[in-house]
């Protein structure tokens, strides 16, 4: 059996800190999607920067750990990853502000066109004030 996508939904726990270890990151198969949309610390994020940085398999990383990785950390650059601010849970206004997030492409009227909010270290600005506003919202 091949899966060809992993995605990964686990809290943050004492139990769950490293628990996709080096091991089980190693069993991905070549070529195979890695998403992360839990909690970066669950993550045994040197061993998956490692596979990545090979070109080994491609990565969705909602969360990181750090929650920002550092300036000069490859997954800033790497192609064959996408790095998305953590925004699960929006209700209310968090909807709205989810539709004004910046954008590194502009959308389409295409059924098939993909809009992508990547998260860059330039747009990093940008998405940080956004998330500040939301988490701002959420607290009136």
Do not use: Y
Not at 56 to 78: G, M, N, Q
Not at 101 to 111: G, K, M, N, V, Y
């Amino acid at each position: 059996m091949r899966c060809d996508v992993i995605s990964v939904h686990l809290g943050d726990t004492p139990d769950n800190v490293g628990v996709v270890s080096t091991e089980l990151i190693a069993l991905i198969p070549d070529g195979a999607t890695f998403v992360n949309t839990a909690r970066g610390i669950v993550v045994d994020e040197t061993a998956l920067t490692r596979d990545l940085v090979s070109g080994r398999i491609d990565a969705v990383l909602d969360v990181t750990w750090p929650e920002v990785p550092a300036e000069d950390s490859p997954l800033w650059t790497l192609p064959n990853v996408t790095l998305r601010p953590h925004w699960a849970g929006s209700l209310g206004r968090d909807l709205t502000r989810l539709g004004q997030a910046p954008s590194t492409s502009s959308p389409s009227s295409s059924p098939d066109a993909q809009c992508t909010a990547a998260l860059t270290p330039q747009s990093l600005p940008a998405w940080i004030d956004a998330l500040t506003r939301k988490n701002s919202d959420a607290q009136e």
